[in-house]
C-alpha cells in the first residue's frame, strides 16, 4: 500500500487510531505511576599497580590493571565481598539478592570501576554503594598481596551520595515511549479495522475487487435525507458538481441513440438509489434535453413522495392499458424533465414489469424523449432490476459507503452478469468528506437572495396539480387535454393546496385502480 492509501486510512478511521492512542497512552501512564520509585546510587572506585620508576615498569603495571578490573567488577557481586556489607550494614537479605540490586561497569579505556546500587530508600542506596566499594578494596588487598606491600590499590575517587530523584520511573522516558507506543498503535488498529473491514468505503475499494468503473462519488452531506433534489436545491454544492459530472460520464459510455436510456438500481434498499436517479434526471434536463424519470420500483415508490407529485396513476396505469405515457407523465419545475410515477402497487410487480408492454413503454419513452431515466427495486431484495436490465441502453448500480458490504456488492453484480446485462459502472454515494480519491472544491456562492438559495427554493415547489386521467372527471370538471397545456391553477394558500391534492389523488386512485391485474388471479386479496 503507497503511503497516500494509509493516510487515507487514518483520515476514514481517526477516531478509533485517536482512542487507541490515547488507551495506550493512559496505560503507560497509569503504570508508570504505579511503579515504586527506586534510587541508584554510584561509588567510582580507580585501580592502580604498585610499578616500579621506570617506564617499561609503569606501562607493565598500567597493562596489569586493565586486565584485572574486570575480574575485580566480577568480585564486587560476590558474596566474598557482600556478606561483610550485610553484616556490617544488619541488612535483612542474602548476598544473592543483594548481588541483583548492584551492578559494575568499566567506562571503556578507563581504570575506573563504577557501582552502582539501586535501592527503594536513596540514604540505603548510598551507604551500601560505599560500603560494598570499601569491602572489594579490602578483598583486592588481600587477594594481589605479594610479601608485605599488596600490588594492586583501589582508591575510592567518587564516594555514592544519597540521589535527590529516582531513577526509575523516568517519567519523561516513559511518557515517550508512550507517545510511540500510542501512535503505533493507533495507526496499526485503523489498518487492521480497514482489513477487516468488508463494507465497500472509497473508490479504490470497488476498482480493486469488482471489474467495474466507478462514474461517480457523491459526497455526503447533512440534508441528504431531507433534499433528494440537492442538484435544484443546492447547484453549487459538491453533491451537484458529483451528479454534473455523473452525467459528463455517461455521455461518453457509448449509450446508443435507440436507447438513450438508464436503470438504476443497488445491492439494498436505502443507498440512495431514487435520490440519485432524480438528481441525475435533473442535471441531464438541465443540458436542454426532454428527459423522462421513471418510477420502475412497484415495491417501495418514492419518486413521487420525494417530488411531492401523484402518485395515485402512473406506469403501471400505462402497462394495464388505462391510459397513455403521455397522459399521466407530470412536467416539474426543471424544464424537460418529466416524471412517470409508480401508480397503483401491483400484486405481480415482476410479471408486469418483464411484460412486452414494459418493453413497449420504454421503447416508447426512448422514442419521445430525448433520455429516459428508471428507478427500480434492489437487486438482493427482488429481480425486478435483473428483468428490466435487457429493455435500457445500461444498468448503473448505487452503493452507499460505509453500508453495503463487498459480499453483498458482489452478489448484487454477479446477478447482472449471469444475465449478461450491461453495467455501466457504479455510483459510490454518501462517500465521507476525504474519501472520493480527488480534489473537491466548497462552492458557497449562493445566498437569500439568489434563485438558487433555500428560500428563493421554497417559492419555486416542484410540486404540480395532477392532470385527470382520461375518462375521469374530478369535482366535475372536463378532462384536461395535454396539448392544451392550460395555465395550473393557482394556489390561495399552502394548507388549501394540500387539501385540494389530497381530493385530486383521491379521484384519480379511486378512477385509475384496476378491477384485475393481468395474468393474476382475484384470491380475495387485490392489489397491496
Do not use: C
Not at 493 to 510: F, I, Q, Y
Amino acid at each position: 500500500m503507497e503511503l497516500q492509501h494509509y493516510l487515507t486510512i487514518l483520515r476514514d478511521r481517526w477516531i478509533s487510531a485517536l482512542l487507541t492512542a490515547f488507551l495506550v497512552l493512559g496505560a503507560v501512564v497509569a503504570f508508570t505511576l504505579l511503579q515504586t520509585p527506586e534510587y541508584q546510587a554510584t561509588n567510582r572506585v580507580f585501580v592502580q599497580t604498585q610499578a616500579g620508576s621506570t617506564v617499561a615498569e609503569l606501562n607493565s603495571g598500567v597493562n596489569f590493571a586493565s586486565q584485572q578490573i574486570t575480574s575485580y567488577a566480577d568480585v564486587a557481586t560476590t558474596p566474598l565481598v557482600l556478606d561483610p556489607v550485610i553484616d556490617e550494614l544488619g541488612l535483612d537479605t542474602t548476598a544473592r539478592e543483594l548481588a541483583s540490586r548492584i551492578s559494575t561497569t568499566v567506562p571503556p579505556e578507563t581504570l575506573i570501576l563504577e557501582i552502582t546500587v539501586t535501592d527503594e530508600d536513596p540514604a540505603q542506596a548510598a551507604t551500601i554503594a560505599n560500603a560494598t566499594s570499601e569491602s572489594l578494596r579490602t578483598q583486592v588487598s588481600a587477594l594481589e598481596t605479594s610479601g608485605e606491600e599488596p600490588t594492586v590499590e583501589l582508591t575510592v575517587i567518587a564516594p555514592a551520595t544519597e540521589p535527590a530523584s529516582p531513577a526509575s520511573p523516568s517519567i519523561p522516558r516513559n511518557v515517550a515511549v508512550g507517545l510511540m507506543l500510542a501512535v503505533l498503535a493507533g495507526v496499526a488498529i485503523a489498518i487492521m479495522r480497514d482489513l477487516l473491514d468488508n463494507r465497500v468505503r472509497r473508490p479504490d475499494d470497488i476498482e480493486k475487487l469488482f471489474e467495474q468503473p466507478v462514474i461517480a462519488a457523491i459526497p455526503a452531506g447533512k440534508d441528504t435525507k431531507h433534499l433528494p433534489l440537492v442538484s435544484a436545491q443546492h447547484p453549487q454544492s459538491m453533491q451537484a458538481e458529483a451528479y454534473r459530472g455523473l452525467r459528463t460520464n455517461l455521455q461518453f459510455l457509448g449509450l446508443t441513440s435507440e436507447k438513450r436510456s438508464v436503470l438504476l438500481t443497488s445491492s439494498l434498499p436505502g443507498e440512495g438509489k431514487t435520490s440519485s436517479a432524480i438528481n441525475l434526471a435533473h442535471v441531464i434536463a438541465q443540458a436542454g434535453n426532454r428527459v423522462l424519470l421513471i418510477d420502475a420500483d412497484l415495491r417501495r415508490p418514492s419518486v413521487a413522495e420525494y417530488l411531492g407529485i401523484e402518485g395515485g396513476a402512473g406506469l403501471t396505469t400505462v402497462l394495464i392499458g388505462e391510459a397513455n405515457i403521455e397522459d399521466v407523465a407530470q412536467p416539474l419545475e426543471t424544464e424537460g424533465l418529466e416524471a412517470l410515477a409508480s401508480g397503483p402497487i401491483p400484486p405481480n410487480p415482476s410479471e408486469l414489469l418483464g411484460s412486452k408492454n414494459m418493453q413497449n413503454l420504454l421503447n416508447d419513452a426512448m422514442a419521445t424523449y430525448d433520455f429516459v431515466v428508471v428507478d427500480t427495486a434492489p437487486l438482493l431484495a427482488v429481480t425486478d432490476a435483473v428483468v428490466l436490465s435487457h429493455y435500457v441502453g445500461g444498468t448503473v448500480v448505487v452503493a452507499q459507503s460505509q453500508r453495503v458490504r463487498k459480499p453483498q456488492l458482489s452478489q448484487a453484480l454477479d446477478k447482472l452478469e449471469a444475465v449478461q446485462a450491461r453495467v455501466l459502472g457504479i455510483i459510490l454515494n454518501r462517500v465521507q468528506g476525504g474519501s472520493q480519491g480527488a480534489y473537491t472544491y466548497n462552492y458557497s456562492y449562493s445566498s437569500d437572495s439568489s434563485p438558487s438559495s433555500p428560500r428563493a427554493i421554497a417559492k419555486a415547489s416542484t410540486r404540480v396539480e395532477p392532470r385527470p386521467m382520461p375518462n375521469v372527471q374530478p369535482h366535475g370538471e372536463g378532462v384536461a387535454s395535454r396539448s392544451s397545456k392550460a395555465p395550473l391553477p393557482t394556489r390561495p394558500s399552502r394548507r388549501s393546496g394540500k387539501h385540494r391534492d389530497r381530493r385530486v389523488a383521491a379521484d384519480l386512485a379511486e378512477s385509475t385502480t384496476p378491477k384485475a391485474w393481468p395474468g393474476v388471479t382475484d384470491q380475495g386479496g387485490g392489489a397491496r
